[in-house]
């Protein structure tokens, strides 16, 4: 078998009926989806977790070349199937029960929390209406337990903020979530997340990981001082030993001990220093902006990504979002030409 042949393994039929949905060559399907459809570098989607995206999708009657659906890969090598608003409003509409649906809202807006712009509601509830049943729940989605402060970062100019949906329109992010929340309830919608929701899971993956890395770190520290200690104390009775038995000098034995504690101290000294690292957010993407080409900007990537894996960092998300859309842009500019 070639490699062609075996390009994408285990799921032939599943490709095949997607390219044949749209007209698409499979190889080239794949491909393309996996450039489009993943929020990640180029060059990192397996085949595997390109197949699971088609799967949720197939399921749910998903277009991702229109972007109803694409994915984050999570820290397993599997995906966060996530759905646009759009993608989730079609599936509402199309599903055989539905029978419409009515917002609740307060008398009117709270004030602004911090970084919200325009007064948002403390809550909204939907009532999805499903026929053939007398009783659907309300749903509720509050404010305090959705909303998002902005990002702030601090840059070679001071201290700066990012605002996102949760800043410029809330009324209409709240009444989202709680739409969503609604159709999960009524109609069983399951494995598939919006947005949000997926960027607060794949953080708290990202902080879990740090927390079991810096517990791990603190551990290993406690090994080596209690092995340190084990060793200066040792090294301390074989010179009382040599000092009792050949009559050693005592002034001698003190300068040792002295010479040995001041090499545990420059140790403890140099352990505490910070990593050095070469880019924080700002470099990465001064960096990224700097390239002129697409190959200028994938190399650039790489040296960023090494960079935060020798530091044993993430990369941001927002360095990620700026990559993404030059790649897009320079592109688009290479092939016009």
């Known amino acids: 078998m070639n490699a062609e042949a075996a390009h994408v393994p285990d799921r032939p039929s599943l490709i095949r009926k997607f390219a044949s949905k749209y007209s698409i060559d499979p190889k080239v399907l794949m491909s393309t989806l996996k450039a489009t459809c993943f929020r990640v570098p180029e060059g990192e989607v397996s085949d595997e977790q390109m197949v699971a995206l ?29 759905v646009s608003v759009d993608g989730w409003v079609r599936i509402i ?62 840059g070679s100019n001071g201290p700066y903020t990012i605002n996102g949906p949760w800043q410029t329109h809330p009324k209409r992010f709240l009444r989202h979530k709680a739409l969503i929340q609604a159709a999960r309830v009524v109609f069983g919608f399951a494995g598939i997340y919006d947005e949000d929701e997926a960027q607060r899971i794949l ?11 810096t517990e791990g770190a603190k551990a290993t520290d406690i090994a ?14 074989r010179l009382e030993t040599v000092s009792l038995n050949q009559g050693t000098d005592a002034e001698a034995i003190g300068r040792e001990l002295s010479g040995q504690r001041d090499l545990a101290a420059a140790r403890n000294a ?34 960023i990504s090494d960079d935060y894996d020798f ?7 927002d360095v990620e979002a700026v990559y993404r859309d ?12």
């Open 326 to 337: 030059l790649k897009d842009m320079l592109t688009e500019k290479e092939t016009q030409k």
């Open 311 to 317: 530091s044993d960092r993430e990369i941001p998300l």
């Open 93 to 154: 509409n199309e599903h055989p029960d539905y029978n419409g649906y009515e917002v609740i809202l307060p008398e009117v807006p709270r004030s602004p929390i911090e970084g919200e712009r325009p007064a948002a509601w403390d809550w909204v509830t939907i009532k999805l209406h499903r026929k053939n049943v007398q009783f659907t729940p309300e749903l509720t989605e509050y404010l305090d337990e959705c909303y998002r402060t902005p990002i702030k970062r601090t």
């Open 54 to 82: 088609l799967v949720v999708a197939d399921q749910y009657s998903l277009n991702p070349f229109t972007k109803e659906i694409y994915a984050f890969p999570d820290k397993n090598r599997g995906i966060v199937p996530v």
């Open 270 to 303: 140099q352990k505490q220093q910070k990593p050095q690292f070469r880019f924080d957010t700002d470099a990465a993407l001064a960096h990224l902006r700097a390239a002129k080409t697409v190959l200028q900007l994938k190399t650039a990537w790489r040296e």
């Open 224 to 237: 080596k001082e209690n092995l340190r200690r084990q060793l200066a104390e040792t090294q301390a009775e």
């Open 203 to 213: 953080e708290s993956s990202v902080v879990s990981t740090q927390i079991a890395r």
